[in-house]
């Protein structure tokens, strides 16, 4: 028989064609006024998609650099900041912030479950003097979001000026972040996720408050992490350093291709559609979700059976090609994960239920077979009714 | 919301990704020992695929054309022939020797109806003499097989002599045809069905005895069409023309991938094993097929309501990007066709059935949502127990 190979974790995601063949094409040399429009266009495309009118840094890293750009170009040693984790990356906020000698507090949540607003402020205000905050809106390893506007509200409301650091990596495209309204000193995105490019190029976005800061002399040591250096070229419609020309040139026609089905509020109402859908159907498969508040970007499902999530990504991947991802660190036995962000559709979320259907059944997980894709199939109906009614 | 171009037609079909990347790469000259290294692989493929010894002539047409270089090169003006159609392309073959001016006896099938053996072999000793006969193996307009191996022998035993030429361009990969072993003096494919390769690449496999009718003298017009050309450049692992350079490297690509799964019968049962499963949707969904001996290659679906058919296609199109083809004349408003041959998987299926149920659901037909997905999913697993055991 024929499987696919089809991938649906949270990233990388799957490439949107016009990114394939931009990619695929001939390397320019960059130092050109050709390049430049084209660079000039995908700032317009990532201002839009971060919500802000200052420039977007475009490093050539993993999302993880472009963290560590954030961190360094915006604290420095001894620093005393907060870091809310609740899970794997947001817990890299911290192992990034030690590293660079800050004076880390982590706020540790329990997987899956949120953090009010209050009580992150609470413990600012408890450890005061407090010069920064870490959050992670969407929190891949759990499948969890967390409500950073109202968090960082909060927080300034007992800390007026903090600086406030946010981890969007599987976020932008998935959910609404607003760099500048909300008053997010930096942002962070990467390529890999809704913008259906290959990994290897990672975004920061800073509110204008943000951008001033990193102006500001430190004597963190940076060189091509130095956010500086970035916006000084954007200005020049350039990089600092060789980009990933490939890349930015796929991530273009990726950027188009948003505009094509209507923008980058268009990409996000598509996930949450998914996510919607995809948790209809667990719970129609009288599946648990791991998380109390479950992201738009990935659904985290409990295995039925404790210790078997692993099999089921395994029995996914081998029975049908279809790549899921398993827990991270202590979760790794316990769940499975659905990754629904950027380039994914209708067709790609009822098939792949279909065959999760099939699998938990050969495992002993008693379900009325169908139950589910005709729950994600009833959920996405409604929500084109609505969209329908509301268009 | 995204929605992805899928389709779900008998062709052309979806592209396998190692045929997409060989055709998008540069183009060689071809009168080199590197190309006729490359075409001598093809031909290797080619030959496992039509079950056959000889060459097969590669043209660079559409299937018509190598209809027409087979009928061409066999016969000749006031030649009778009988033409078994049970549909648009098998009138076709009607139409081609009409124009070449032979003697048609064309034997009109009810759409969707089986023949036995002993109706055709009746009209060919009724027509006496009679030179040869036209089949196809499965009609693309209707999803319908006709088991071309047992007519050609009760046909022999009543005009042992008789040319029999058979379209497989949906049938091969799809279904078994051997080429040597069932006698067929000529099988026509082409490139975009279960090759998952591009249009634009045909082929002509012929039995020992039709390469020997083919060398004869003819007063038939013809150049570009001349098998003989072909059989005497694929000697010199070269073709007459300039041919589809890069689709001759997407095919090489496509006939790697091919083997890499286990070779062409694996191709074959892929396509049985879910054309299986959409009949067993359709038969939860309370649909009726169309065919009363389906195709694996495509499976003709009666519109619930009369009349329908295009609305149906239209709607699973618009809604969810997955192009399903309608009937063709007469048939037209009556049906709709899901394809399965060549790079078509467990997850599209399911995918489509899942859409499909909520497309017919509004349109007013009662089903059981999740029945029609829950029916081809347990067809599948079936399947995969069988293929367990026995392998």
Chains 1, 2 share one sequence.
Not at 240 to 267: N, Q, S
């Amino acid at each position: 028989m024929l499987k696919k190979p089809r991938l649906f974790t949270a990233g990388p995601t799957p490439l949107h064609p016009e990114a394939i063949r931009a990619a695929a094409g001939p390397v320019p040399y960059h130092r050109t006024p050709e390049f430049e429009a084209r660079f000039d266009r995908v700032q317009t495309g990532l201002r839009a998609a971060f919500r802000t009118q200052g420039p977007v840094a475009v490093l050539t890293t993993s999302g993880t650099g472009a963290m560590e750009a954030a961190l360094a170009s915006l604290f420095a040693f001894d620093d005393r900041v907060v870091v809310v984790a609740g899970g794997k990356f947001g817990a890299r906020w911290g192992e990034i912030g030690t590293a660079y000698g800050l004076d880390v507090v982590e706020m540790t949540i329990e997987p899956g479950q949120p953090v009010t607003p209050a009580e992150v402020a609470t413990l600012v205000e408890r450890s005061a003097p407090v010069r920064g905050l870490f959050l992670t809106a969407s929190e891949t390893s759990t499948g969890t979001i967390y409500d950073v506007r109202a968090i960082a509200d909060a927080v300034r409301d007992v800390e007026p000026g903090i600086v406030t650091v946010v981890d969007a990596i599987t976020s932008v495209g998935a959910l609404p972040i607003a760099t500048d309204d909300w008053g997010l000193d930096a942002v962070v995105g990467g390529a890999q996720k809704a913008f259906m490019v290959p990994p290897g190029l990672a975004f920061v976005a800073c509110s204008p408050r943000g951008w001033e800061l990193v102006g500001n002399e430190s004597a963190t040591p940076r060189y091509y992490l130095d956010l500086r250096k970035y916006a000084a070229s954007a200005k020049k419609s350039q990089t600092p350093f060789t980009p990933g020309i490939g890349l930015l040139l796929a991530l273009e026609a990726a950027l188009d291709a948003i505009d094509e089905v209507g923008g980058i509020g268009v990409l996000e109402d598509n996930a949450d559609r998914l996510a919607t859908a995809c948790r209809a159907a667990a719970a129609a498969l009288d599946l648990e979700l791991l998380s109390a508040a479950p992201s738009p970007a990935v659904t985290a499902i409990k295995a039925p059976v404790p210790g078997t999530g692993p099999e089921i990504v395994a029995a996914m991947l081998d029975r049908h090609g279809a790549q899921l991802s398993a827990g991270q660190g202590e979760l790794k036995p316990h769940i499975f994960r659905i990754g629904h962000i950027g380039y994914v559709d209708d067709l790609d979320l009822l098939g792949v239920l279909g065959a999760l259907e099939g699998v938990l059944a050969d495992r002993g997980h008693a379900v009325t077979a169908g139950a589910g894709v005709a729950a994600a199939a009833a959920s996405l109906a409604a929500a084109r009714a609505q969209e329908g009614s509301s268009g």
